[in-house]
């Protein structure tokens, strides 16, 4: 046991516990406070992957700006769990098959990725594809269209909200 | 010569001659975590004391001058009235959250300390994308203010907190952006790398005007983020008693109250760093017998020299401008300091494009 894999494993219990107490925990304010915990796991695993780039991105964008708007929407409604709407059997049932459904696709979909032997894991691990420089390389070169049609679409969805805040 | 850079590699090679590498990281995280904590207990009791002196100079006042010399016990004694008062939970609050949020606010202070160079070698970690880290974690300290103005269930705190929270996520984008600009004249997003870059002068008066509009810029955002006056509608006295931390007493008020001056100290040492050149000493371009006397001046007297600089000009605002209002807060934010800072930052990758700077 090597430290990486000492921070693979608590982050891993955290990742999942957090991500348990946003389905579990009955205020909403905990649920989103669970979330941004979740994300945190996440960054800290993009970090023992080498890509420190993508780690600060994915806490700046999600626990730093997503999940605060999240928060004060949240907080300012200050729904209890008194008034929760109660939700009718049918939904829950057909909800519970559609996330039984995904689960399924996903573990399918993991089951046939290549299996990564011990020296490939490694590799990942002190390859610095996530370096920024790497990263910008990649985006600019090779994947530019796909990386410009992205930006035209937070655009249009930036015109979007500006319209629907307009109107009266 | 004895420098902080000699001593830190003295105790790393004296360490990993014994020990395995395992226990030789765990004693220097040990020695980095009581470093910062002590430097969080000194700081905090010079950066009050500093402050309650600023604000009667520009008063005419003397301040505190009772406690030991020049009043400089102060803080101390304040501590230890804090340290001894009772912290109160009051009975409607969401207990574990009211209990969590002072934690909350002070680790993510903390965690924006790891990539500071203190000086010449002196540094917690030096990230490749340093300049990031800092943005993103200091994006975070709204969290805790949120926290804390929900979770006392009471209408000023919750009004505080939701000023608070529009405030630090509109003006952390003026201030990503100007720190951008340098990010751009540097080409690269580590601490190191852009100390280095200012050997030959800092970017101050390397890059022209559009660095200086930025480093303007930079500290209107920086005294908003840290939500200081003119900027302090999150804990306005006169509207809201005190804001988000209004139902805190004892200690966990304190945490609050240090919190908001290491942020201070935190944004300030960014500030010198970008701008000013960190630890780096004045240089003026290839004058090779100036740069030399200047590099007798230990590099730590001068990133501390810089960011106490800055730090004095953030008190000076405090008691000079008036409170804005919400609306010309935002106004201000979205509608002059984006553009100016999105088009000079154009500017800026002009110049460096060009190579215009210096």
Known sequence: MNISQILFGILTVLALVSALGVVVSKNPVYSVLCLIVTFFAISGHYILLNAQFLAIVNIIVYAGAIMVLFLFVIMLMNLNAEVEPQKSKILKFAGFIAGLCLFLVIVAALKNADEKTQTQATQLAGGDIGLIKNLGRALFNDYVLPFEISSVLFLSAMVGAVVIGKKE | ?358
């Open chain 2, 1 to 358: 010569m004895y420098s902080l850079h000699a001593i830190t590699h003295s105790i790393q090679d004296w360490l990993s001659a014994r020990l395995s590498p395992v226990w030789v990281l765990m004693i220097e995280s040990i020695i980095v975590i009581v470093l910062a904590i002590g430097l969080f207990a000194v700081l905090g009791l010079i950066l009050v004391w500093l402050e309650r002196k600023v604000a009667a100079h520009m008063q005419i006042r003397l301040g505190p001058n009772r406690v030991g010399p020049a009043g400089i016990f102060q803080t101390s004694a304040d501590t230890l009235k804090l340290i001894l008062k009772e912290g109160l939970t009051p009975d409607g609050a969401d207990k574990f959250l009211f209990n969590f949020a002072p934690f909350v606010v002070m680790i993510v202070a903390m965690l924006a300390l790891a990539p500071i160079a203190f000086a010449n070698g002196f540094q917690i970690w030096d990230i490749n994308i340093g300049v990031l880290y800092v943005s993103a974690i200091s994006s975070l300290s709204v969290i805790g203010i949120l926290i804390a103005g929900w979770a006392s269930n009471n209408k000023y705190s919750l009004l505080g907190a939701m000023r608070s929270g529009a405030q630090i996520v509109s003006y952390e984008l003026s201030a990503g952006l100007s720190i951008l600009t340098i990010v751009v004249l540097t080409g690269s997003l580590q601490i190191s790398d852009i100390v280095h870059a200012q050997q030959n002068g800092w970017w101050l008066f390397k890059g022209h005007i559009p660095v200086v509009i930025a480093f303007i810029i930079f500290i209107i955002a920086a005294t908003a983020e840290t939500n200081r006056a003119p900027f302090d509608l999150a804990e306005a006295e006169s509207e809201l008693t005190a804001g988000f931390h209004t139902e805190y007493s004892g200690m966990k008020f304190a945490l609050f109250f240090l919190a908001e001056y290491i942020n201070i100290f935190i944004v300030c040492a960014i500030g010198a760093t970008l701008f000013l050149g960190g630890w780096m000493p004045f240089h003026i371009g290839d004058w090779a017998q100036f740069n030399h006397v200047m590099d007798y001046i230990p590099s730590s007297i001068w990133f501390f020299g810089k960011t106490f600089f800055l730090i004095f000009l953030i008190m000076w605002f405090r008691w000079t401008f008036p409170r804005l209002r919400v609306d010309q807060l935002l106004t201000l934010e979205w509608k002059y300091l984006l553009p100016i800072s999105l088009f000079n930052l154009l500017l800026v990758t002009v110049i460096a494009i060009m190579n215009w700077h210096f």
